[in-house]
């Protein structure tokens, strides 16, 4: 009896003071990332998902562009 209440005793401190560690500090996203709203993109080209050329002429439509970079869950 006293060995297995020693054991659980000396079990319970080890995992106390095991495997704590400092949780990571998050990083804050600087200000200056990104564009402002309202400021032009930079021009660019890239292929689309069929392999096609698109640029900022390309996308463009009456109304202004939307770029959305959706990444999927299976890459």
């Given at each position: 009896?006293?060995?297995s209440v020693a054991?659980?005793l000396l079990?319970?401190?080890?995992?106390?003071?095991?495997?704590?560690?400092?949780?990571?500090?998050?990083?804050?996203?600087?200000?200056s990332?990104?564009?402002?709203v309202?400021?032009?993109?930079?021009?660019?080209t890239l292929?689309?998902?069929?392999?096609?050329?698109q640029s900022n002429?390309?996308l463009?439509?009456?109304?202004?562009t939307v770029?959305l970079?959706?990444?999927s869950?299976?890459?």
């Amino acid at each position: 009896m006293r060995v297995s209440v020693a054991i659980l005793l000396l079990l319970g401190i080890v995992s106390v003071l095991g495997g704590q560690e400092k949780p990571p500090i998050p990083q804050a996203v600087p200000e200056s990332a990104g564009l402002q709203v309202g400021q032009k993109a930079p021009a660019f080209t890239l292929p689309d998902q069929f392999g096609y050329e698109q640029s900022n002429d390309t996308l463009k439509g009456s109304k202004g562009t939307v770029i959305l970079f959706f990444r999927s869950a299976d890459w």
